[in-house]
């Protein structure tokens, strides 16, 4: 594997931080640090692990110089937008990055989140944006190393579809372990979400597909998914399903009847699942 070129990588990182700074900024999320906060966190984390996949101690300078330059721009004086040069440099060093961590063979997918996570931060940022300098496919490429990293581990989940595909309102998501009766289904947050968006629905036709990774033949020897596998297999949505190490070994369908108490008391209550109002 060629060595990376970390300082070219932190001085593009740098250089978009600082345009982020000095431009239009994201909306700030309720409950999370400000972007600046996370952008200087995930640039932190990348350049370590580059260091670190190279068996070399991180170099602290980089980001002495990443904070001295945010600080310098904030005054005020004058800074020089990523040529597009910088940007297709610092782009192709991380997709390069998340190949590599991957090839480790081990579970690296925290270091990859962060890659994707980054990545897709710059997707909001117009002058990163069509410019051919390879983001919209190191996006993909990250978000597809997540899913077959995912994919290979010996994790039992179910894939939660209440209101059938034949809408005209349905909302579907992935829950930790096998999920295959009513009280069960009721205490995932895709029924939670369910409700709060569609309180008027009495009745939830309800189909629970339990599934496991690591082309095992049986749940028995696999553990129930994590709050972080869960969050990987939410974003990617159903075409984690299509995975080859990915196998469906049940599912059960039921009409779930839903409560007055239950509807007042679970509509009030948040949820990072998303309804869908498309049709089959």
């Given amino acids: 594997m060629d060595r990376f070129n970390i300082p070219l990588v932190a001085e593009g990182l740098t250089a978009y931080a600082i345009e982020r700074q000095n431009g239009f900024e994201r909306h700030q999320q309720e409950g999370f640090p400000p972007w600046a906060e996370r952008r200087r966190l995930w640039t932190d984390a990348i350049l370590q692990g580059m260091a670190r996949l190279e068996g070399e101690a991180p170099d602290p300078k980089l980001m002495e110089r990443y904070d001295h330059e945010m600080g310098t721009a904030r005054r005020g004086f004058v800074t020089v937008p990523a040529s597009p040069q910088l940007q297709q440099k610092t782009i192709r060093s991380l997709r390069r990055f998340v190949s590599a961590l991957e090839a480790t063979g081990d ?114 020897r696999t553990v129930r998914a994590c709050a972080f596998d869960l969050e990987i297999l939410n974003r990617i949505g159903d075409r984690f399903l299509k995975e080859q190490d990915v196998h469906q070994v049940y599912a059960q369908q039921m009409i779930l009847s839903v409560s007055p108490a239950s509807t007042q008391e679970e509509t009030g209550q948040n949820s990072f699942l998303r309804p869908s109002t498309e049709t089959g």
Avoid at 127 to 137: A, E, F, H, K
């Fill in 107 to 220: 579970d690296r997918r925290r270091q990859v989140n962060m890659v994707w996570k980054l990545l897709d931060d710059i997707s909001s940022h117009l002058p990163w944006t069509g410019t051919g300098n390879g983001l919209d496919r190191a996006c993909g490429e990250a978000e597809y190393a997540l899913c077959r990293m995912t994919a290979q581990l010996p994790i039992c989940f179910t894939r939660v579809l209440l209101g059938g595909d034949a809408g005209p309102h349905w909302v579907s998501g992935f829950v930790s372990g096998s999920v295959t009766d009513a009280e069960a289904v009721k205490r995932t947050a895709v029924y939670r979400n369910a409700l709060r968006q569609y309180p008027d629905i009495k009745e939830w036709p309800a189909l629970c597909t339990v599934c496991i990774g690591r082309e095992f033949s049986s749940a028995i």
